[in-house]
């Protein structure tokens, strides 16, 4: 028994492992629990104790953008105020866990000024937008609760019911959103019908907060999806979900506070809620390119847009309304192309040549077109405006990348040389404030020729732990970088000086003045970002820096519904990734996995230091065969019940050696939700990086106990 246990009580973990991998079903707004909801009483203030002002470069790059931008359009105010029939009273919205799922408070300050010496313009203009807080009349029979999450909540009168297109993140943040619309709109009539309109989990998290499961299941209310949708909510990434998890530090400002030296806002939305998550699967899919039918009386026209902003997503037409739901595929905002949490890189072309397909069949007639984030736009004139500038936005950024990539300009180059067109740069809802012009440009070429720069230099390039040191060395030593790195940030010359004073980080991860010294270059050059996601992570870097990587617990963001959902195979899959292959050197066994409940056989070998696994296949002569119902097995996943426990009462079954699961169990790590992105910012680290011995995860605890 004692070989079986070590194996056995590691499995929790490896569902839990599965929980750092929630930022993948994320997608584009991914955040950690945070007992304020997401403001820090350690900096009222909202200055870090080390923090800088703002230098004079950075107020003069702040004026010229000032004078370069059209602030005179103002139209998107006018269609932000549009509609409104009340506005959220509540500031705040309470977590069932006790803590806060929303806070609003945190965002007035923006409210304050007209100009912050801090904050790009630009960036203050969107989050002041995004202040909206209330609920809102699109046209008749179709309303939004704004500013409750990272995403509205869209409303449309049915035959019986209210159908409601994308959820929210939270279960609070939903179920406060349909209290305020049956307040004042929704007459005590149920829900009738939810739509998802994508994969990524602003658009379905909060679903247990307006509807019960039950209703769903007994058909009363239908959950409609694209085609793939299960599948892709839980797989998008989800294999690095660690490393995804860690970089949401940076890219969503996860650490900073809330105030114009901190964080101001995502983009997209305000922030990502605090809540409880939940997923209740999708009962009916969108299976056509173009599918037509009524939803509770509505007739819907849905246009699949797969591999565009999401691997599945879905825009939809409400004739009658003339009404134009474009999903996540047009908002007030260049989108991510690549996304700094990391995800597969996505294809512009196929993006815009969906967008003109929405254009010419839905937006030469539609009078309405709303999204899942920001505020409608009305009237046919303007409707086609915004599609097709946001169709040329992404065909242009994919064709004059590559443009210039067949004219030899590299990954490492593109960010300085391609930009976007005059006519687009004037363009509000073209600007950078989600994806931005350098990083998207950069992805661009990643997606088609990869990360090398066809400089034999780079191809085999060494870590920078190896090469600092000489770099350092050559350059005179830590004085006098320090030295020309002071010079060059009082030149306000930051780019220049983080390439010289990161590089003596690299080689000194203890140097205290090296540190500071990056900290205040990484200051002001996310000052000066209109991108938040560029301005959170230089400014999140510059915390670390100072404070060190903070500890204490790490919130789970994947529910039990999202890991219920994992198919075996993807679980399977994500121990092979687990396993360290440095542990498995020698090993070799077989195991057949039998879930009779849903008639899934798997065989799983160890050999050459790999887990590989294959389903429909069982090897003739196993070491061992574990058999356990599907069912079983995912209380084991989301560790409600060990498989201990599972096997000492009959539930699962063993045949052959056990030993085997020891030996599985012996190669399995537990990855450090808190690993190091800037050297020397782990607290009480002190180790050597080492080629060999930097990345060595640790066993997982339970394999110790």
Request: hydrophobic residues 40%; contains cysteine; charged residues 20%.
């Amino acid at each position: 028994m004692s070989t079986r246990r070590a194996f056995i009580k590691a499995l929790p973990g490896v569902g839990a492992a599965f929980s750092f991998a929630g930022s993948a079903v994320w997608g584009e707004g991914a955040a950690l629990a945070r007992d304020d909801g997401g403001s820090s009483p350690a900096f009222a203030g909202h200055v870090h104790p080390q923090g800088k002002p703002p230098s004079a470069f950075t107020r003069e790059v702040l004026r010229r953008a000032r004078t370069a931008l059209p602030f005179a359009d103002e139209r998107d105010f006018a269609e932000q105020r549009k509609g409104l029939i009340a506005p959220m009273t509540a500031m705040t919205i309470p977590a069932d866990a006790g803590h806060l799922a929303w806070d609003m408070r945190q965002f007035r300050f923006l409210d304050e000024e007209d100009a912050f010496d801090s904050i790009h313009p630009s960036l203050l203009r969107i989050s002041r937008l995004n202040n909206n807080y209330g609920l809102y009349e699109v046209v008749p029979g179709l309303y939004q609760v704004r500013g409750f999450d990272l995403s509205d909540l869209t409303f449309v009168r049915g035959r019986t019911g209210w159908i409601v297109f994308d959820p929210l993140v939270s279960r609070e943040t939903a179920r406060a959103a349909w209290t305020l619309f049956q307040d004042h709109v929704g007459g005590g009539r149920p829900i009738s019908a939810v739509i998802y309109s994508h994969t990524h989990g602003d658009h379905w998290g909060g679903v247990r907060g307006i509807v019960e499961e039950e209703d769903v299941r007994s058909g009363r209310v239908p959950v409609i999806a694209p085609a793939g949708f299960m599948a892709h909510t839980v797989a998008e990434n989800v294999y690095a979900g660690n490393a995804m998890n860690r970089r949401l530090f940076y890219q969503y400002g996860l650490l900073l506070p809330a105030g114009p030296r901190g964080y101001v806002g995502q983009g997209l939305g305000q922030r990502v809620s605090a809540g409880a998550s939940g997923l209740i699967a999708p009962t009916r899919h969108v299976e056509k390119p173009i599918e037509e039918f009524e939803v509770d009386g509505v007739r819907m026209i849905f246009q699949n847009t797969p591999d565009t902003e999401a691997p599945r997503e879905m825009n939809t037409y409400l004739p009658e309304m003339k009404a134009l739901w474009m999903a996540e595929n047009v908002i007030a905002s260049l989108h991510n192309i690549y996304t700094l949490r990391g995800a597969p890189v996505r294809d512009p072309l196929n993006w815009s040549k969906y967008i003109n397909e929405a254009l010419y069949r839905f937006g030469r007639e539609a009078e309405v077109m709303l999204a899942s984030h920001h505020w409608p736009r009305w009237g046919n004139a303007r409707i086609q405006e915004v599609l097709r500038a946001q169709r040329d936005l992404y065909a242009h950024m994919n064709n004059q990348v590559l443009h210039l990539a067949n004219q030899g300009v590299t990954i490492n180059e593109i960010h300085t040389v391609y930009e976007l067109p005059k006519s687009l740069q004037q363009t509000w809802h073209c600007r950078g404030y989600h994806g931005s012009p350098q990083h998207n440009s950069r992805g661009v070429i990643q997606r088609y020729l990869g990360f090398w720069d066809c400089n034999p230099a780079t191809l085999i390039p060494l870590p920078a732990s190896e090469t600092a040191p000489l770099y350092v060395e050559m350059m005179g030593g830590a004085e006098a970088i320090l030295a020309r790195g002071r010079r060059l940030h009082d030149q306000g010359r930051y780019l220049l000086a983080q390439e010289i004073v990161n590089t003596l980080v690299q080689a000194e991860p203890h140097n205290r003045a090296a540190k500071d010294l990056l900290a205040d270059i990484f200051e002001q050059i996310g000052y000066q970002q209109e991108n938040p996601g560029l301005r959170n992570s230089f400014l999140s870097g510059a915390y670390e820096l100072r404070s060190g990587i903070p500890e204490g617990e790490t919130a789970n963001s994947s529910s039990p519904d999202v890991v219920r959902a994992m198919t075996t195979e993807l679980f399977l899959n994500f121990l092979g990734i687990r396993m360290d292959s440095r542990r498995a050197e020698g090993l070799r066994f077989t195991i057949n996995l039998v879930t009779p409940d849903n008639g899934e056989r798997f065989v799983i070998e160890m050999e050459n230091a790999t887990l590989t696994n294959l389903a429909g296949f069982q090897a003739e002569n196993p070491d061992l065969t574990l058999t356990i119902d599907r069912a079983d097995l995912e209380r084991t996943m989301t560790g409600e019940k060990t498989l201990e426990a599972q096997i000492a009462d009959g539930t699962a079954t063993v045949q052959g050696d056990a030993g085997v699961l020891a030996q599985l169990a012996a190669t399995l790590v537990a990855f450090d939700p808190r690993f190091e992105i800037m050297p020397g910012t782990k607290s009480g680290e002190a180790r050597q990086r080492t080629v060999l011995d930097a990345y060595r995860a640790e066993p997982c605890a339970a394999i110790a106990e």
